[in-house]
């Protein structure tokens, strides 16, 4: 799989200093402008050079194939940031019967705003918290428990640090959009006071949103997990 995605993608990995894996177009957008941001609010002080001046590559490849990717990062020994989404959901027992007349039951999963959820959809994050976890223990990924309460020292395996939504005004966004909304209440007309699902993200596109959000709104707030990754970073 690794050999075909860099042979496909022309992947400037075997040049970087550092790299980000990334979720998708939202973040492969704007994450440069938060990079920039973050050096002007003098976040990236304590160290030279400063991560703007690095030459960093930015890899788009989702929740789904991230994980994959951290052994030929750590054969590579440079430092990786991983931004994923927390994709919250709930597993629910679903019963069936058969034509025999055998009942079956079977586990359906399916998504929910973070405050519902049960687990994560997420492979990266459920590699990551096993990778955390006695060889034995085998549970399915507790949202709250494993993901929401990863401790700052279990987000970092070696050179790898991920980070993902984290609580702020109160309320867990699903997504980068969904978190740049919760913190940018009075930008989108959203009330201080408002419920989890006031945050969630209704748009069509999240390119347009972006793109949208570079435009108009350049003193936005960036969501508290991407400053602390970059930070790391």
């Known amino acids: 799989f690794i050999k075909k995605y860099i ?3 022309r992947c400037d990995l075997f040049f970087a200093d550092k790299a980000i894996f990334i979720e998708g177009s939202s973040e492969r957008i704007l994450l440069p402008d938060m990079i920039e941001k973050c050096k002007n609010e003098g976040l990236f002080n304590d160290v030279k050079p400063s991560l703007e001046s690095q030459y960093y590559s930015i890899i788009e490849i989702g929740g789904a194939y991230a994980h994959i990717f951290i052994p030929f990062i750590q054969f590579l020994g ?3 940031l991983i931004l994923t989404d927390i994709d919250s ?5 679903v019963i069936s019967h058969r034509a025999d007349g055998e009942t079956v039951v079977k586990k359906s999963t399916t998504k929910c705003l973070v405050s519902a959820g049960t687990t994560t959809t997420n492979s990266t994050l459920k590699w990551w918290v096993q990778n955390n976890r ?3 223990d085998t ?3 507790s949202l709250n428990e494993d993901v929401i309460k990863m401790t700052e020292e279990n987000k970092t395996i070696g050179k790898c640090h991920i980070e993902f939504q984290s609580i702020e005004n109160g309320v867990c966004g699903r997504s980068l959009e969904e978190s740049i909304i919760n913190v940018n209440r ?3 007309q959203v009330s201080l006071d408002a419920s989890e699902a006031a945050v969630e993200f209704k748009d069509k596109s999240k390119t347009d949103f972006a793109l949208r959000l570079l435009e108009n709104a350049d003193g936005y707030t960036i969501p508290e997990y991407i400053k602390n990754g970059l930070i790391w970073l």
Not at 89 to 93: I, K, S, Y
Request: hydrophobic fraction near 40%; aromatic fraction near 4%; charge should be negative.
């Open 7 to 9: 042979t496909l993608s």
């Open 78 to 80: 440079i430092p990786c």
């Open 89 to 93: 959901a709930v597993t629910e027992e």
């Open 134 to 136: 006695k060889p034995e």
């Open 139 to 141: 549970q399915e990924v």
């Open 186 to 188: 009075a930008l989108f």
